[in-house]
Nanobody, 118 residues
Framework: QVQLVESGGGLVQAGGSLRLSCRIS????????MGWYRQAPGKQRELVAT???????NYTDSVKGRFSISRDSAKNTVSLQMNSLKPEDTAVYYC????????????WGQGTQVTVSL
């Protein structure tokens, strides 16, 4: 069983920065994709960024050049550095883990609120 616990959300002014962290506990498969998703009020949950075990990354267009996803294997964490934040980045951010073995397992964190004010 894998558990994901997010931290680092909060209130920040437009143009500011926040760093989200996702602490991973439990068994991790060698092949995995860790990611961050977000859900704004009244909207569907959307992909923000992913990081594969081979180091490849993927970002949604709206955050390219502003957000950066990274992994610290020693600390078993995946982080999302968010710079130049905009009010439209306001959402609950969720950590996601997909594990690829004989079957695909998917896990979610509980979410952390990010609010960007004008």
């Amino acid at each position: 069983q894998v558990q994901l616990v997010e931290s680092g959300g909060g209130l920040v002014q437009a143009g500011g920065s926040l760093r989200l962290s996702c602490r991973i506990s439990g068994i991790m498969f060698l092949r995995n994709v860790m990611g961050w998703y977000r859900q704004a009020p009244g909207k569907q949950r959307e992909l923000v960024a992913t990081l594969s075990n081979d180091g490849s990354t993927n970002y949604t267009d709206s955050v390219k050049g502003r957000f950066s996803i990274s992994r610290d294997s020693a600390k078993n964490t995946v982080s999302l550095q968010m710079n130049s934040l905009k009010p439209e980045d306001t959402a609950v951010y969720y950590c996601n883990g997909k594990l690829f073995g004989s079957r695909i397992l998917e896990y979610w964190g509980q979410g952390t609120q990010v609010t960007v004010s004008l």
